[in-house]
C-alpha cells in the first residue's frame, strides 16, 4: 500500500492586537478503498488530538455535575431543601458552561482530517503538538489499513 497523502500548510497572521496567530490547514487525502476500509472498521471517529483546554473543561464539567450528587435530606428543613436546589441547578448551569467550551476547544478526528481541517493557535509549542499529532495519526492509519487487509484468511509465518 502506497503511503497516504497528508496535506499540511502552514501560516500565520496577526490578531487583532497584533499578536501573531499560528495557522495550519491539514487534510488526508484517501483512495475510494481506502475510505471504504475506514468506514467499513468504523475509525473515522477515533481521536487524534485534544488540545489541553478541551481536557481541562472536559474535566470542569465532569467535577461540577459530581457535585450535583451532594443533596440535602428529604428530612431536612424547607430552606436547606431550597438552598439544596439552588446549589443544583447553579452547578448544573456551571458544568454545561464548562462542556459548551469543552466542545469549542480543538478536537481532531480521522473524518475530520479526511474532510480537512483548520487549526488557528496563539502559541508555536501548541501548534507543532498538534501536527505531530496529526502526523503520527496519518502514520497510524497507514498501519491500519495495511493490517486491515490481511483479513483473508492467509497465514502469516514470523521468524525470531
Given at each position: 500500500?502506497?503511503?497516504?497523502?497528508?496535506?499540511?500548510?502552514?501560516?500565520q497572521r496577526?490578531?487583532?492586537?497584533?499578536?501573531?496567530?499560528?495557522?495550519?490547514?491539514?487534510?488526508?487525502?484517501?483512495?475510494?478503498?481506502?475510505?471504504?476500509?475506514?468506514?467499513?472498521?468504523?475509525?473515522?471517529?477515533?481521536?487524534?488530538?485534544?488540545?489541553a483546554?478541551?481536557?481541562?473543561?472536559?474535566?470542569?464539567?465532569?467535577?461540577?455535575?459530581?457535585?450535583?450528587?451532594?443533596?440535602?435530606?428529604?428530612?431536612?428543613?424547607?430552606?436547606?431543601?431550597?438552598?439544596?436546589?439552588?446549589?443544583?441547578?447553579?452547578?448544573?448551569?456551571?458544568?454545561?458552561?464548562?462542556?459548551?467550551?469543552?466542545?469549542?476547544?480543538?478536537?481532531?478526528?480521522?473524518?475530520?482530517?479526511?474532510?480537512?481541517?483548520?487549526?488557528?493557535?496563539?502559541?508555536?509549542?501548541?501548534?507543532?503538538?498538534?501536527?505531530?499529532?496529526?502526523v503520527?495519526?496519518?502514520?497510524?492509519?497507514?498501519?491500519?489499513?495495511?493490517?486491515?487487509?490481511?483479513?483473508?484468511?492467509?497465514?502469516?509465518?514470523?521468524?525470531?
Amino acid at each position: 500500500m502506497p503511503g497516504l497523502p497528508l496535506k499540511l500548510r502552514r501560516s500565520q497572521r496577526s490578531g487583532m492586537l497584533g499578536k501573531v496567530i499560528f495557522t495550519l490547514d491539514a487534510r488526508l487525502d484517501l483512495t475510494a478503498d481506502e475510505l471504504h476500509l475506514v468506514r467499513k472498521y468504523r475509525i473515522g471517529g477515533h481521536v487524534v488530538y485534544e488540545s489541553a483546554n478541551r481536557e481541562k473543561y472536559s474535566q470542569a464539567a465532569l467535577a461540577h455535575l459530581e457535585k450535583t450528587k451532594d443533596q440535602p435530606r428529604l428530612t431536612a428543613p424547607a430552606e436547606a431543601q431550597m438552598l439544596g436546589a439552588a446549589k443544583t441547578f447553579y452547578r448544573l448551569a456551571r458544568g454545561a458552561i464548562s462542556a459548551t467550551a469543552a466542545s469549542l476547544s480543538l478536537r481532531i478526528t480521522i473524518d475530520g482530517l479526511i474532510s480537512g481541517i483548520h487549526i488557528e493557535c496563539k502559541s508555536l509549542p501548541e501548534l507543532i503538538e498538534a501536527e505531530n499529532a496529526i502526523v503520527q495519526a496519518a502514520q497510524n492509519l497507514k498501519s491500519y489499513l495495511q493490517t486491515s487487509t490481511t483479513f483473508d484468511g492467509r497465514d502469516e509465518i514470523l521468524e525470531f
